[in-house]
């Protein structure tokens, strides 16, 4: 079987594996419980935070047939095609590289059409913030009389770009960084599946890097896997990272605050 990077193998695949997103998590599942699902909803946040994987985990939710108390199967054909990617009923697009006025107008003549499978159609719109005024405003009329199979989830890391007209007609969540505490719980977890001995100082450094993205958290551990030799250490963390220990920082700055030039030059 070929590699698969850590932040995909442990990307959440239902609500309740989501880490440190509950506030949006816990409302998603009462409004599946209760049928109250929008027809569109605006994930807001930092990279690395959870709004694409809880787009997907929304996406089988709504669309599976076997679902336990709003969470997802897992195990049914809708589930398993979304997870490989290869449903019908679900279109992720990346405004970013598809951010045009013809884009969106192709996208409108598409939500016309029934769901393949399941029972909505949901279309994942990442980095909406993207898209130029004249697609905003073609999505507009979408947003207003949206077809009732039909959900958008859009996501972005810079919620102020989007106009407020598309905010008005969106359930907004944002999302957060996620807190050391949860990073530092996650990456334990992780290095103990994958057998990998790290130190807490290694990993106290890889949180700090990642400034509370989970995503950037498991690609910096990906690369100190493949870079240490053994157990990863702080010494390594700070080589694959180009930073410098808070030993060396301490030495440096008594060095300037004595004129010990010969200490800095030693360092240097």
Known sequence: MSYVALYREWRPQNFQNVV????????????????RISHA??????????????????AKAVNCSEAQEGEPCNQCVSCRAIVEGSSLDVLEIDAASNRGIDEIRELRERVQ????????????????????????????????????HVIFVLATTEAHKVPATILSRCQRFDFRRITPAELIERLKLVAE???????????????????????????????????????ITLEEVNQVLGTVSEEFLRQAIDGLAFNESARLMYLV
């Open 113 to 148: 059409y029934a769901p393949s499978g399941g029972r909505f159609r949901v279309y994942i719109i990442d980095e909406v913030h993207m898209l130029t005024t004249e697609a905003f405003n073609a999505l507009l009329k979408t947003l207003e009389e949206p077809p009732s």
């Open 41 to 58: 909803y605006l994930f807001c946040g930092p990279r690395g935070t959870g709004k694409t994987s809880v787009a997907k985990i929304l």
């Open 20 to 35: 440190g997103q509950t506030h949006v998590t816990r409302t998603l599942l009462n409004a599946l419980q209760q049928g």
């Open 193 to 231: 599946h994958q057998q990998i001995e790290i130190s807490e100082e290694a990993i106290m450094a890889i949180v700090r890097a990642a400034e509370g993205g989970l995503r950037d958290a498991l690609s910096l551990l990906d690369q100190c896997i493949g870079f240490a030799t053994n157990a």
